[in-house]
C-alpha cells in the first residue's frame, strides 16, 4: 500500500504538524516529572496557574455552576443563545461603554466560535483577512479552514507604538483588490505581545476606516476580539473605546468577540458570543439571521450551562462583586509576574514587545525554533512564533518570571 494513499479530499490536505504549543507543553511536562517542578519553568500554558502549576478558578463562577438545576445543565440551548444571555453578553463586553447603534448578539463556542462566523459570513472565498504581524496563530488555521488567507500590517513603529501607516497601507492595498476586508485586532492585552492601543490611536483606526468608506462599493467589518479585556485594568477605562463603534457609516460594521475563557476562568465550557454594532437596523438583523444560521449549520448550539452562569452573575450585584473581587486577586498575580519580567528584562537589555497587559511576554529574535530548542536544555519551554518567543506570565510564578529573562538573553545571544 502506498504511504502517499489518501482518502482526504484535496482541500482537507494539510500538512502534518503537532500543534507548536502543545508540543512544548507536553515535554515541559515530561522535564517536570524527571526533574522537579521547581527546576523547570513551563511558560507554554496559556491560562491562569498558580505557582504550583495548578488551573486557577474564579471559585464564585464554579459555584454557580455547581447549583444549577440539573435541567439547565443538561438541556439544549436556543440555537442563537438563551435570550437573557444575550442580553447579558451585551453588558458583560460593554459595561459603561455601549456604543450607539443597534446591537445584536449571537452565542458561539467563545470567541474562536466568533472568529469562525465572521470569516465566513463577512469575508469571501479566497479572500486576505487582514491582522497584525504578531498575532494568535488560529486566526491563520480559522482562515484556512475556511479558504481564505491572513495577510499583515506591522504591529509596531520604531517607538514601539501603533503602526497606524502600515495599518492604513495595508488597507488600502487590500481594498484595491477587494471590495471587502474583515480585520481582526486584538486589543487590550494583545495575544501574543501583551499590547493594547490607546483610545487615540483607537481614534486614528475608526478615522482611516471612515475615509476608506467614502466609497460605498466598499465594506469594511473590524473584529474586535476582546478575549483578555477583563485582565487589561479598570473596567470602563479599559472599554473606553468601545463608544467608538457607535455611529459609524453603515458600510461599516463592528463585531465584538466575547469570551467566557478568561474572564470567568471557563476555558473548557466553550462560551463567548459575538455582538454586532451597527447604524443600520437592517444589517444587524442580517446578521443575527445569518449568525443563527451558522450555528445551526457548523455546531447547532452552545453550552447552556455555561450561559446561564453569566446571566446569574449579572442579574444579581452581589455574586458580580464577588465575582470581580476573586478576578482583581488574579489580575493583581497576574500584574506582579509580568512586572517582574518587564522590570528585569528592561535592566539586562532583553528587547520584547511592548507589553502593557495580558497573560503574554513577546520576544523578538532570529530562529526562534533553535532558541527554544535551546532554553529546553536549561529547563525553559517558551513557545516560538515565527519572529520571536512567547512567555506565558499567566502561568509562571513570579519568581521565575525574575529568573528567565536572563536565561533568554542568553539563550538568543548564543545563537
Ligand atoms: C487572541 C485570542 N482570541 C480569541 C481567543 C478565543 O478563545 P476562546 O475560543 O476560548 O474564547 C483566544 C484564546 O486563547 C485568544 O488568545
Redesign the pocket.
Known amino acids: 500500500m502506498s504511504e502517499n494513499f489518501s482518502m482526504v479530499a484535496p482541500h482537507s490536505k494539510r500538512p502534518v504538524n503537532e500543534d507548536k504549543i502543545f508540543a512544548a507543553s507536553r515535554q515541559a511536562k515530561e522535564a517536570i516529572e524527571k526533574y522537579g517542578f521547581e527546576n523547570v519553568i513551563n511558560s507554554t500554558v496559556?491560562a491562569l496557574l498558580d505557582d504550583n502549576g495548578k488551573l486557577l478558578v474564579l471559585p464564585t463562577v464554579i459555584k454557580v455552576l455547581k447549583n444549577l438545576p440539573p435541567e439547565e445543565i443538561a438541556a439544549y440551548a436556543p440555537i442563537a443563545g438563551l435570550p437573557e444571555y444575550l442580553e447579558t453578553v451585551k453588558t458583560a463586553a460593554f459595561r459603561e461603554c455601549m456604543p450607539e447603534g443597534y446591537i445584536e448578539a449571537i452565542a458561539t463556542?467563545?470567541?474562536?466560535?466568533a472568529?469562525r462566523h465572521t470569516i465566513w459570513n463577512y469575508s469571501e472565498m479566497g479572500d486576505y483577512i487582514l491582522t497584525s504581524d504578531w498575532y494568535?496563530g488560529?486566526?491563520k488555521t480559522i482562515a484556512e479552514e475556511h479558504g481564505r488567507k491572513i495577510t499583515t500590517y506591522t504591529f509596531f513603529d520604531e517607538n514601539k507604538n501603533f503602526n497606524i501607516k502600515s495599518f492604513r497601507e495595508k488597507l488600502n492595498q487590500l481594498l484595491k483588490i477587494q471590495d471587502r476586508v474583515v480585520i481582526l485586532l486584538?486589543s487590550p492585552a494583545?495575544?501574543p505581545t501583551g499590547f493594547s492601543l490607546e483610545i487615540s490611536e483607537w481614534e486614528e483606526v475608526i478615522n482611516i476606516l471612515k475615509n476608506f468608506a467614502k466609497n460605498k462599493d466598499k465594506k469594511i467589518i473590524l473584529f474586535s476580539?476582546i478575549?483578555?479585556i477583563d485582565f487589561a485594568g479598570e473596567k470602563n477605562k479599559s472599554r473606553q473605546f468601545m463608544k467608538l463603534f457607535g455611529n459609524l457609516p453603515e458600510n461599516i460594521l463592528t463585531i465584538v468577540?466575547f469570551?467566557?475563557?478568561?474572564g470567568y476562568t471557563l476555558?473548557g465550557m466553550?462560551s463567548?458570543a459575538m455582538i454586532c454594532i451597527t447604524s443600520n437596523k437592517s444589517i444587524a438583523e442580517e446578521f443575527k439571521n445569518v449568525g443563527q444560521f451558522s450555528n445551526r449549520g457548523v455546531w447547532s448550539n452552545g453550552t447552556r450551562s455555561a450561559m446561564k452562569i453569566l446571566a446569574e452573575i449579572f442579574k444579581n450585584s452581589e455574586l458580580l462583586s464577588k465575582v470581580e473581587t476573586e478576578r482583581n486577586v488574579l489580575k493583581k498575580m497576574l500584574n506582579e509576574r509580568a512586572q517582574s519580567f518587564v522590570n528585569e528584562a528592561k535592566k539586562i537589555g532583553l528587547d520584547i514587545c511592548p507589553y502593557k497587559s495580558g497573560?503574554f511576554i513577546t520576544i523578538p529574535c532570529n530562529n526562534p525554533e533553535l532558541v527554544s530548542e535551546k532554553l529546553k536544555k536549561d529547563n525553559i519551554f517558551v513557545v516560538p512564533l515565527q519572529k520571536g518567543i512567547r512567555f506565558a506570565v499567566c502561568s509562571v510564578s513570579k519568581e521565575k518570571c525574575l529568573k528567565a529573562p536572563l536565561k533568554l538573553l542568553n539563550a538568543i545571544k548564543n545563537i
Open positions: 496559556g463556542p467563545g470567541g474562536s466560535g472568529i494568535w488560529p486566526y486584538n494583545h495575544n476580539d478575549a483578555y468577540s469570551s467566557m475563557s478568561k476555558y466553550r463567548g497573560f
